[in-house]
Structures are given as structure tokens and as C-alpha cells.
């Protein structure tokens, strides 16, 4: 049972949160810089689509496999060595981009890049549990995980400025200083509650309210005799794909089809991904909302996630749209359905297995996602070389949310948590 602990006025814990943002921020920033620049380095240096799309397979196969690893590992060395660690490996490899000019080159730099940034969520996850009370939790993730869209609203605006009056290499080393910069504050700053010499006893005493459970070793045999664990990696293999797609091609297709040069990325990018923010908040905000009317957890999560599958619809006319900002508004529609899907997707764990089970499945559904990634980048590639046209990638973006939801459903009918006795077996 929690304690009754008055609120404290202390608010180190929201500078901590605040580091947690940034990162996430950074992560997107350097993960995206050269998805913005592929229009002019492919015409620069004759990169094919296949190329490029091997490029975004092998990032998501590096970044799926650390994915799984990162969680346990970051359990034995604690959040602060642990995010340290992650940011040092995707820095490295982020700006060992400058040294390759072929997408064969680029690749020895994406797969450090992948490994590290797969441990951005699994230690900012750690970080939150040990600063923040299960009351303030979800707030806490909910604030850092939006640098996501921060990210990737900001690498638009500032690598194209960058590439064309610096070079394309300096937008490469100025964005990785920017994570040397984190990467020292964090380092000076970040300290457990109880080690926090600043952290007044009021604050520690609000931070440590909850009742301290104990962790539990999980046996990985043991997750997959559970269906829940298998809806939710079906749901991550089939929606993180378009996600995936977004993140890489849409600079690509804004330039082929609208003839959107790199200086101008940042408006319709801005207005994807201010929807995918809002798409995000919607998502998790319709849920509990109909839970708190009396709805039950399994109709509540379901119905949000029919409502936001919806709104993935539309994307299936974008390749065809008579310009370029209604193009925008059915892209922006189908991210604002990702996010309020994937918010309600990534409380399935939660919802479903003990706290000590929930982040091995989190890492089994991130590699999922990623394998997922994978192959939609293969394809992806395939068609624009073959094709030359968005519009199949489109449509098949446009009915996985749907799919996810059925396959979902038809593996957990209704939401049943995993008990204790289950959890042993």
C-alpha cells in the first residue's frame, strides 16, 4: 500500500526527467539526419533505392537485437552507467558517417548507431522507475518520450541549414556534439535518489512512497508460453513497420513527388509529426477515458485502437493527392493513428504481466518491430526501384492497423493478466 507523503517542493527529479527528454530528442535528431539528406547525397553519389533500403535493414536489425539485450543489461549496471554507455555508442557511430560516401560504407556507421540508440528507452525507463512514484510515472515517460516528435520535427530545420552552407559532414559533427554536450551533463548530474547530496529528504521521501517490490528473475521460455506476449509481439511486428517507413522515405517521397527540395523539408514535417503528437495523446487520453466511465480495460484499449486504425486509412490516397499539403494532412492523419494506436499497444505489458515480466516482453516486441522494419524496408526499396510509385507502400501502411487490431483480438479475446502462478511456470 502506498504512503501518504505530502507532495514536496523539491523538483530535482524533473531535471532529471528534462535530461531524460533531451536524450530522446538528440536520438531522433541523429537518427534522422540522414534520412534528410538521402535526396542530395543519392543524387550526389548514385546511391540505388536497394541501397538505401539496406541501409534502414540492417539498422533496424542491429537496433532490434540491442533492443532485447539493453534491458537486462542496464538492469546489472543501473540507468546512469547504462545510458551512458548507449550514448556513447550511437555518438561514435553517428559521426562516423563523415568517413563514407556509398551506402556500403554508410552501413559500418548506422549499426553502432542502432545499438546504441536501442538503449534510449530501456534506460530512460530505469532512470523514471528510480526517480519517480508510480503516481508521477506515466506522466514522466509521457514527457520524454515526446522528444521523439521533437526530434523529428527538429532535424528538418536545422541539418538542411547545416548541410548547405557548412557541408553535408559538419550536420553529422555538430548534431553529435550536441549528444558529447548530454553526455557530459548527464554524467555530472545523474546519481540514484539516495545518492543525490541535493535531493532534499522531503523529495527522497516522495520518490520512495511506493512499497518496493522485488524483482524477479524471468526466464525467457517462460514468456512465449504466454498468448499475451504473443498479441503483443503480432501488434509490434505489423505496426512499427509504417512507423519505420515514415521515419526513412518521407523526405524522399515529399522530393520525388512534390519536388520538395531539402530546405524546405521542415513545414510539411513539422505539420506530420505535430499531428503524430497530437495522434499520441489522443490515443492514451480516449482509452482512459473510457475506462474511467465504467468501460472495462479490454473494450477500452480495443475501441481506441479500432478509432485510431481508422485514421491510418486515408494514407492509401496520399501517393495519388493533388498536392502537396493534402498529401501532408492524410500522412499527418496516418501518424496521429500510429501514435494513438502504439499508446495503447505499449500499455499491453502493463496491463497484462507483473512488473518484473513487463520489460522482457517490451524488449521481445521491440525486436519484432524491428525484424518487421526490416522486411517493409526490403520492400519498400523493391518497389520504388521496380514501381517507381508510394502507392503500395501506402496501402499496406494503411491496412496493417487494422490487421494489428484483428490479430490482436483473435490471440487475447479479452484482457486476462498474467498471475503469479503463471508467471513461475
Known amino acids: 500500500m502506498t504512503r501518504s507523503i505530502p507532495k514536496p517542493s523539491g523538483k530535482v527529479r524533473w531535471i532529471v526527467c528534462a535530461l531524460l527528454f533531451a536524450a530522446v530528442v538528440l536520438s531522433y535528431v541523429d537518427r534522422l539526419v540522414l534520412p534528410t539528406l538521402k535526396p542530395d547525397l543519392q543524387a550526389r553519389y548514385g546511391w540505388s533505392e536497394s541501397g538505401y533500403a539496406d541501409l534502414a535493414i540492417w539498422f533496424q536489425a542491429g537496433y532490434g537485437i540491442a533492443y532485447v539485450f539493453f534491458g537486462r543489461l542496464i ?6 552507467a547504462g545510458y551512458a554507455l548507449a550514448v556513447g555508442l550511437w555518438t561514435a557511430g553517428h559521426v562516423m558517417h563523415i568517413f563514407f560516401t556509398s551506402t556500403a560504407g554508410m552501413l559500418l556507421a548506422r549499426i553502432p548507431l542502432a545499438i546504441g540508440e536501442a538503449g534510449t528507452f530501456p534506460a530512460a525507463i530505469a532512470a523514471t522507475n528510480e526517480w519517480f512514484p508510480r ?24 541539418v538542411p541549414v547545416i548541410a548547405v552552407t557548412m557541408g553535408w559532414r559538419w550536420a553529422f559533427i555538430l548534431t553529435g556534439l550536441l549528444t558529447v554536450v548530454w553526455l557530459a551533463a548527464w554524467i555530472g548530474f545523474y546519481r540514484r535518489p539516495r545518492e543525490k547530496k541535493t535531493l532534499s529528504q522531503e523529495e527522497l521521501a516522495w520518490i520512495e512512497a511506493d512499497p518496493q517490490e522485488p524483482q524477479r528473475p524471468v526466464k525467457w521460455r517462460a514468456l512465449f508460453r504466454h498468448r499475451q506476449t504473443w498479441a503483443y509481439i503480432a501488434a509490434r511486428f505489423l505496426i512499427d513497420p509504417v512507423w519505420w517507413t515514415f521515419l526513412f522515405w518521407l523526405p524522399d517521397f515529399f522530393n520525388k513527388q512534390y519536388g520538395v527540395k531539402m530546405l524546405d523539408f521542415g513545414p510539411p514535417l513539422i505539420a506530420v509529426y505535430l499531428l503524430a503528437d497530437v495522434g499520441s495523446v489522443t490515443g492514451g487520453w480516449l482509452s482512459s477515458r473510457l475506462m474511467s466511465r465504467g468501460m472495462s480495460i479490454n473494450r477500452a484499449r480495443k475501441t481506441a485502437m479500432f478509432c485510431a486504425a481508422l485514421c491510418a486509412l486515408p494514407i492509401a490516397f496520399a501517393a495519388q493527392a493533388p498536392g502537396l499539403w493534402v498529401a501532408v494532412g492524410l500522412i499527418g492523419l496516418a501518424c496521429a493513428g500510429h501514435q494513438g494506436f502504439s499508446a495503447n499497444v505499449y500499455a499491453l505489458p502493463g496491463d497484462l504481466f507483473p512488473r518484473w515480466m513487463a520489460g522482457s516482453v517490451v524488449g521481445l516486441g521491440g525486436l519484432s518491430g524491428a525484424i518487421g522494419g ?7 526499396g523493391m518497389i520504388l526501384e521496380s514501381v517507381g510509385s508510394f502507392q503500395p507502400i501506402f496501402i499496406v501502411a494503411a491496412c496493417a492497423y487494422l490487421i494489428a487490431l484483428l490479430v490482436v483480438h483473435l490471440i487475447v479475446p479479452r484482457y486476462a493478466p498474467v498471475t503469479l502462478s503463471e508467471s513461475r511456470s
Open 75 to 80: 538492469d546489472r549496471i543501473g540507468a546512469r
Open 135 to 158: 503516481k508521477e510515472r506515466a506522466f514522466a515517460i509521457g514527457i520524454f518520450n515526446a522528444g521523439s516528435n521533437v526530434g523529428a520535427i527538429l532535424t528538418p530545420l536545422i
Open 374 to 380: 526490416m522486411l517493409m524496408a526490403k520492400f519498400a
